[in-house]
C-alpha cells in the first residue's frame, strides 16, 4: 500500500484483477466500483495483461503492475474508488519503468492524477533496481503533460507512437 495526502493506493494482486474482471473488485477493496469503471487507458486488455504477468510472475510481481487508487473519505463519506495506475513491470536491464495512470472522468482536474503518478514515480525510485521512471502521452493532450509535469517528469523527446512525447524522472 501507498498512502499520499489524500489517497491511499492499493496494489493489485491476481485475486483483485480476477475479482475485478469477475465484477466483485468492491468486495475485496471496501468500496463501492462506479458504474464507470474502468477508466481511460485502464481497460479490459491492461486488465487482461496484469492478469497474465501477475499469474506467470507470481506473488513476487506484485506491486509491479496495477495499482487502485482510492480516495479516502472524510467524516461519514466512504473511500471512493477514483483511478488506477501502475507500472509496464519491473526495472529493466538499464533500470528503467514505465508508469501509467487513469482517472475516472467525474474526479478529473482535482489533482489526483499528479498525486498518482508522482506517488508510483517515488515508490519506483525508491528501490536500488530502478533508475529512471518513464510515461508516455500524446503532445496534444495537455492535460496529461501537466499531470507529469508536476510529478517532477520532463519531456525528453518523441513517444513509441507518432504524435506521442516521451517524459522521464530520473534518481536524484
Do not use: C
Not at 22 to 35: F, K, M, N, S
Amino acid at each position: 500500500m501507498i498512502r499520499t495526502a489524500r489517497m491511499t493506493l492499493v496494489a493489485a494482486t491476481l485475486e483483485h484483477v480476477e475479482a475485478e474482471l469477475a465484477g466483485r473488485l468492491g468486495g475485496l477493496l471496501g468500496v463501492d466500483v462506479p458504474p464507470g469503471w474502468p477508466p481511460g487507458e485502464y481497460d479490459r486488455d491492461a486488465q487482461d495483461f496484469f492478469r497474465e504477468r501477475l499469474r506467470d510472475e507470481g506473488p513476487a510481481a506484485v506491486g509491479w503492475y496495477a495499482w487502485y487508487a482510492l480516495l479516502r473519505g472524510d467524516g461519514d463519506a466512504p473511500d471512493a474508488l477514483v483511478g488506477a495506475g501502475g507500472y509496464l513491470g519491473p526495472p529493466d536491464a538499464e533500470g528503467t519503468v514505465e508508469i501509467g495512470y487513469s482517472i475516472l472522468p467525474e474526479w478529473e482536474g482535482r489533482g489526483l492524477a499528479s498525486e498518482l503518478a508522482a506517488a508510483l514515480a517515488e515508490r519506483a525510485l525508491a528501490m536500488p533496481a530502478v533508475a529512471r521512471v518513464i510515461a508516455h502521452t500524446d503532445a496534444a493532450n495537455a492535460g496529461s503533460r501537466a499531470v507529469l509535469e508536476r510529478g517532477g517528469f520532463h519531456a525528453v523527446g518523441d513517444g513509441p507512437i507518432p504524435g506521442s512525447l516521451r517524459y522521464e524522472r530520473e534518481r536524484g
